[in-house]
């Protein structure tokens, strides 16, 4: 019976060690932050602040940069349970409503990512001075492309995305300043001159945000 | 008399902000850590163990890495002010012995650098989920370069050191896994075997510790 115990303090030790490997994640459906995207075919650098809904599937974006050595602001409402996006600008008091054919993405560790690392950004030698993170990877499951993707241990919390496709090239997108919550709900609603917004503009859907933001800019 | 009162607060409110405003620091003399390093001229990435101790001027890196696919691993002892730089192979019980031409670069934001930004890495919302960081900009004194320094607003901890010149490129340096103070103070004593080995090369001194590198993973 005694020799038994051991081997169950061994089983136990297995199990914790076990239990204790990262696992993919969801981050908090509700977020504020802001994030800098790095897009290396365009020369893209973008200076989001963003607010993210999982549950009612809608995030707003502003987004400042330069685009080939030129400045641009812009302000999107992308709502993907209406399958719409609107292009706002309080200035001109104008919205364009465009067909929105990308599916949510939830900020999440996809459930089939492989974990890398478990490293510490900064030091773990006084509170404050150090954030633990885990490193997952794994590959498009439409496409011939792979993301390395940083969360927090605590809070699945994103911090970096790093995509790659051989069409595409990289893409980093660093995120910072997250709270959870959103602090203000009628940013998921459309300003009052959209309703006299054309219904859908004729030109092509946005299938990639991205890319029809660099299309935009290179008008 | 009360009128100085409002005024006094006032000031007392600026210099509180003046203070608050992140200064240029300087890292703790002794730490180990990970670093993992990319030079896109050489499409290097480095995974560095490293050492460092900035009483002594004293730097101990195992680098492991790949480039141009190959994959490659070093290991050097670092002695700024016996202008020395050893490479030590254990498995071969060969130790090659350098003059370095480098001055010291103690781990630091430098004086002269410019506060850009204080962001939070993940987020404040609880505990253990962000990091308070800052970014200051500056030039290099005697090339034509500029960096962009990331270190913790607590511990002056490194995280992040980019840099760029027209000759090299960018060179992306990220920090992780620091640890203050020296795990093993052995590791800044060259091994016995090293008593035996020629006193300097005769080839170039080393002036750039990464470029040497290259040049030699490129042989």
Known sequence: ???????????????TVLAQKPHPCKS???????????YPKGQLFVFERFSYDAFGQRVRVRLGGVDHNQTF??????????GLVYEISYRNHTCSKMALEIPFQPMEIPHDATFQAQVIIGSSSAPGEGLLVNNFIGDFPHSEGKYFLTFTEFGCIPITSLT???????????YFDIVIGIEDPEE???PDFCDTSKPVEDGEPVTDLFEALLQKNNQ
């Open 1 to 15: 019976m005694q020799s038994l115990i051991p081997a169950s303090v061994c089983l136990l030790l297995a199990a």
């Open 28 to 38: 908090p459906p509700l977020l504020v932050g802001r994030v800098s995207l790095v």
């Open 73 to 82: 602001h812009k302000d999107y409402l992308l709502l993907y349970r209406e």
């Open 164 to 174: 790659y496709s051989a069409t595409a090239g990289y893409f980093l997108a660093s």
């Open 188 to 190: 998921f609603i459309p």
